[in-house]
């Protein structure tokens, strides 16, 4: 048969959505194809948005504006629809002066000449009178994916953190459709629907999407297998031990009827879940109820004394136990 190489097609294009078609491929790879795409549409395409604002005069989100009919907490919601492009640079500040009564928007916005705000008629808010004297700034940062306030905490005082979307794909879906025609019943094609801000089109999505996932992939065809018998001879008894630990009990141990208790309520039965939490020191136990340090110290001692943990464990688990 011969050999059809697949090709992309724009079926529909409108202001920040296009429908592709991606064909003919052989049966099994839309879906393989279509989902790494979409994976990598939602969570790895870069963008920038606002990630904090600075307002004179006030401290926390939970204020009110001085002369205007929005609160602070939602000029940040007005502010976190902002999209914006950053040319060549990871961050910008971006300033406003509120001196007089009127409506303001993201076109009111002093910008550096590398900054390009793709929505200016995004509503800010509303000064209702002259006497308002607000300064405004934000700060723009370039980011992948989504990026809580909470990331945040540690800045100046009077600038607040604002939830920061960078990507800017939307949505994204697709369909796998069977060729049903003579020597192409044994092809497919995938269809994928991209939805953006606006701060990028949707081929170009597409297109940065597929060289990640070409990136990632490249080394695989480059790196060098590592030898069988190397890896044995390195790793193989390690992995023996590992896995013989999830064959021990908790009730083999010699724990107290206190500890013992304590780990089965947690649902931990083996010595290999406790090498586990162990790796972690002492924090690998905080999220157990009547587990404290007194009980951590027991557990490393009783471990110690069967000889399940090396002597650097040893030493630094002890520390952790007294530090508790």
Request: aromatic letters at 6%.
């Amino acid at each position: 048969m011969e050999k059809i190489l697949p090709k992309v097609e724009c079926l529909v294009e409108a202001r920040n959505y296009a429908k592709f078609s991606i064909g003919y491929l052989e049966r099994g790879f839309g879906t393989t194809i279509g989902n790494a795409l979409r994976r990598v549409l939602l969570s790895s395409i870069p963008g920038a948005a606002v990630t904090s604002i600075r307002v004179s005069g006030i401290y926390h989100e939970f204020a009110p504006l001085p002369h205007c009919k929005e609160t602070m907490l939602e000029l940040i919601l007005n502010v976190k629809k902002i999209r914006l492009k950053l040319h060549g640079e990871d961050s910008a500040k971006l300033r406003m002066l509120v001196t007089r009564a009127g409506e303001f928007t993201a076109g009111d916005l002093e910008c550096p000449p590398y900054v390009e705000i793709v929505n200016p008629e995004q509503y800010l808010l509303t000064a209702d009178s002259d006497e308002v004297d607000l300064e405004i700034e934000m700060t723009v940062q370039r980011g992948k994916g989504y990026s809580p306030a909470e990331e945040r905490k540690r800045l100046p005082v009077g600038e607040i953190a604002v939830d920061a979307i960078f990507n800017p794909v939307r949505r994204v879906s697709f369909e796998v459709q069977s060729a049903q025609a003579g020597h192409l019943s044994k092809l497919e094609r995938l269809i994928m629907e991209i939805w953006t801000d606006g701060t990028i089109s949707p081929e170009e999505a597409l297109k940065t999407a597929a060289g990640i996932l070409v990136q990632h992939f490249a080394f695989l065809t480059e790196a060098e297998a590592i030898p069988k018998a190397r890896v044995e001879e390195k790793v193989k008894a390690e992995e023996i031990e590992a896995l013989q630990l999830y064959k021990i009990g908790i009730d083999e141990i010699g724990l107290s009827t206190r500890v013992y208790n304590a780990l089965r309520r947690a649902g931990i039965f083996t010595l290999g879940e406790i090498m586990e939490r162990l790796s972690q020191g002492s924090k690998g136990f905080e999220d157990i109820r009547n587990f404290g340090p007194k009980a951590y110290e027991e557990l490393v001692k009783t471990l110690e004394e069967r000889g399940f943990l090396k002597e650097t464990l040893q030493v630094g688990s002890k520390d952790e136990a007294q530090s508790s």
